[in-house]
């Protein structure tokens, strides 16, 4: 079993800033890219971002310079930074990891609940 579970949502003003936490627990024995997407109101679940193991990046166009994806392998926990907040980044964020069960041989594509980001002009 492996749960993931997001924090750090909440309404905010156009320019501030939030930072979303997601940590994974459960019987892990690795975890290969996490990354985090999001879905607007009505509409379809795209990429923000993403994490391989070994910390490489990826974001989407309309956040890059703004957002900023980390992880804590330790932890089990992944990151996202998020600055110069726009309206347009209002979406429930949800946080998504490519786990190896920990006996090595169970594989999940995980999700997280969701966390609600709002962003007020």
């Known amino acids: 079993q492996v749960q993931l579970v997001e924090s750090g949502g909440g309404l905010v003003q156009a320019g501030g800033s939030l930072r979303l936490s997601c940590a994974a627990s459960g019987s892990i024995s690795s975890i290969n890219a996490m990354g985090w997407y999001r879905q607007p109101p009505g509409q379809l679940r795209d990429l923000v971002a993403t994490i391989t193991s070994g910390g490489s990046t990826n974001y989407a166009d309309s956040v890059k310079g703004r957002f900023t994806i980390s992880r804590d392998n330790a932890k089990n926990t992944v990151y996202l930074q998020m600055n110069s907040l726009k309206p347009e980044d209002t979406a429930v964020y949800y946080c998504?990891?490519?786990?190896?069960?920990?006996?090595?041989?169970?594989?999940?594509?995980?999700w997280g609940q969701g966390t609600q980001v709002t962003v007020s002009s």
């Open positions: 998504n990891a490519d786990i190896l069960g920990g006996d090595l041989i169970s594989e999940y594509d995980a």
